[in-house]
Structures are given as structure tokens and as C-alpha cells.
Nanobody
Framework: QVQLVESGGGLVQTGDSLRLSCAASGRTFSNYNMAWFRQSPGKEREFVTAISWIGAGTRYADSAKGRFTISRDNAKNTLYLQMNSLKPEDTAVYCC??????????????WGQGTQGTVSS
């Protein structure tokens, strides 16, 4: 089992950037494919991006392509999400997840509590 703790959320303006982090502890972080999901009030959980265990493969939701970048540092047991050119519709709780590399949240084994990112217009 791996424990995940997100950080880096906050309140920014349209066009600004945020960098989220997800610190892992417990089992070997590098064994896991990882992903970021987000959820806004009244909306379903939404896939944002995923990365393979070694960081060689990534995939992005259409809403994230060209603006967001997922990365990981296995030596630091940390996953990152760099978000640029933020829009109000990016406002959500962002959660990291471990276990798969696809967009189906049901295939992920472990989840963090999430960090709130709010983009004002």
C-alpha cells in the first residue's frame, strides 16, 4: 500500500500557473503508474493525466493537452502536475492516484485526499 499526500493548490487568476505535488510513502513509489484526477462540485471525477512507472509514457485529457505537464521524480517519491494558462473551468479538487495508467478511475488502487485549485476570472 502506498500513501499519497497532495500539496500546491491555491487561488490564482486566469492565465496563471500552479504546480501540484503528490508525495508518496509506504510501498515503492516507482512500482506504480500514477495519475491526476479532478472533481468539481456537481460534476463527476475527471481524468486529467497519467504517467507510467518509469515516466516514459504519458497521456492527457483533451482539456489538459498543451497546458498541463505530468512528471515524476522516483528518487524523491513525488509526482508533479504543472498547470499553465489556467482557466476558471480548471477549478477543482485535484487528486493523485496510484495503480493504473488509464483514464478509468476505478482501476486505481490508492488515492490522496486532494488539493483545491481555484482559478478566478
Amino acid at each position: 500500500q502506498v500513501q499519497l499526500v497532495e500539496s500546491g493548490g491555491g487561488l490564482v487568476q486566469t492565465g496563471d500557473s500552479l504546480r501540484l505535488s503528490c508525495a508518496a510513502s509506504g510501498r515503492t513509489f516507482s512500482n506504480y503508474n500514477m495519475a491526476w484526477f479532478r472533481q468539481s462540485p456537481g460534476k463527476e471525477r475527471e481524468f486529467v493525466t497519467a504517467i507510467s512507472w518509469i515516466g516514459a509514457g504519458t497521456r492527457y485529457a483533451d482539456s489538459a493537452k498543451g497546458r498541463f505537464t505530468i512528471s515524476r521524480d522516483n528518487a524523491k517519491n513525488t509526482l508533479y502536475l504543472q498547470m499553465n494558462s489556467l482557466k476558471p473551468e480548471d477549478t477543482a479538487v485535484y487528486c493523485c492516484a496510484a495503480g493504473s495508467c488509464g483514464s478509468d478511475y476505478r482501476k486505481y488502487e490508492e488515492w490522496g485526499q486532494g488539493t483545491q485549485g481555484t482559478v478566478s476570472s
